[in-house]
């Protein structure tokens, strides 16, 4: 069949045009940098960014390199960024400082904290002692309650709902291309409801939300830096724990998982953030947020894929779907959707993964 040249050149030149408007962008970064910042700029080249339609440029100078973040106002709202940023650096918490701010257009002008993920930085010697800071910086972020001139949004039963719904509709429907029988639409249902009303009964307090080895950026001095914490919510007390010890791109023994665990209790007791629970209830509030959190994030991980152009995120599909299934099996109420899932999931799942 010859090519429909029309179309052909449709295509051509409608990529052409989404090439222009990131380029434009860009200069419009450079002009700000040099114009309104009054920065003498040598070098500016994108580096890794996050889940999300924000850019990020290392910014080469004279005498130090910055990052410019290009957040498109009509996809992106950076004023939780910067209500967040001096709420977090107020408590201690380490984050990078915003040096100058455009939020009309979406820019923002920040200090570097350079290339070396915690992720990198893991292995069975260094873990401990890394695991350390971060749990000491969660704790901080806990005790966040002010936050200027904005209000963190509640993780309610709607936005449990939301998440949850990434499943069926991008892991299962499009990801796998299952067709959702009666008896799996049901057993979800179900299964969502009784997860959302234990996630629901948790204590509440300040949540990053995303607080894992791939936001967490290890320094020249050898401390942390917290990135990606825009999304903050009010949400349950262990979550950000999990989104650490149940990381998405990395696997750690139970046995150290749980230790770990009662790190966090123990200072999280003597904080006075935890009150009126025993280790054992909390370890089980922790598993019972990491189901609900994968479950989401296998959806997350597969629209990145089909609908952002993020197909490095499927690897890592195959350890999240682990974390699902051993902590279904810590539940004996989720046993129904434990089943539901080997008999009506994990043979396409097992297909392409």
Avoid at 89 to 115: E, M, S, W
Wanted: a negative charge; glycine letters at 6%.
């Amino acid at each position: 069949m010859l090519p429909n040249l029309e179309f052909e050149s449709y295509k051509r030149l409608n990529k052409v045009t989404k090439d222009i408007k990131v380029d434009k962008r860009l200069t419009e970064l450079t002009a700000w940098l040099t114009n309104t910042c009054q920065k003498t700029v040598q070098d500016i080249t994108q580096i890794a960014g996050d889940a999300s339609f924000r850019r990020y440029f290392r910014v080469t100078l004279p005498d130090m390199s910055l990052i410019a973040m290009d957040a498109p106002t009509e996809k992106e709202n950076s004023h939780p960024f910067v209500a967040i940023a001096e709420a977090f650096a107020n408590q201690g918490v380490i984050v990078p400082t915003i040096l100058q701010q455009d939020l009309t257009n979406g820019f923002l002008l920040l200090t570097d904290f350079g290339d070396d993920l915690l992720l990198s930085a893991l292995n069975d010697e260094s873990v401990d002692g890394y695991y350390q800071q971060a749990i000491d910086e969660l704790l901080l972020i806990q005790q966040c309650q002010h936050f200027p001139g904005y209000s963190l949004p509640i993780f309610d039963e709607h936005l449990i709902a939301q998440e949850l719904a990434l499943f069926p509709d991008w892991f299962l429907r499009k990801q796998l291309k299952l067709s959702l029988s009666p008896a799996l639409r049901d057993g979800l249902a179900s299964a969502f409801a009784i997860i959302c009303a234990g996630f629901l009964a948790q204590p509440r307090l300040c949540v990053h939300r995303d607080y894992h080895s791939r936001n967490l950026m290890v320094l020249a001095d050898g401390r942390l830096g917290v990135l990606d914490f825009q999304d903050a919510v009010i949400g349950p007390v262990s979550y950000d724990l999990v989104s650490l010890l149940k990381d998405c791109y990395i696997a750690w023994p139970r046995t150290k998982v749980e230790a770990w665990v009662k790190v966090y209790y123990d200072k999280a007791l003597n904080a006075g953030i935890l009150t009126g629970v025993d280790f054992d209830e909390f370890l089980r509030w922790f598993d019972w947020v990491g189901i609900q959190r994968h479950i989401k994030v296998l959806g997350i991980f597969s629209r990145l894929h089909l609908r952002d152009g993020k197909p490095g995120y499927l690897e890592d599909i195959p350890l999240v779907m682990n974390y699902l299934l051993d902590g279904l099996q810590r539940f004996p109420e989720l046993a129904p959707f434990y089943q539901l899932l080997q008999q009506e999931v994990l043979p396409a799942y097992q297909q392409e993964f």
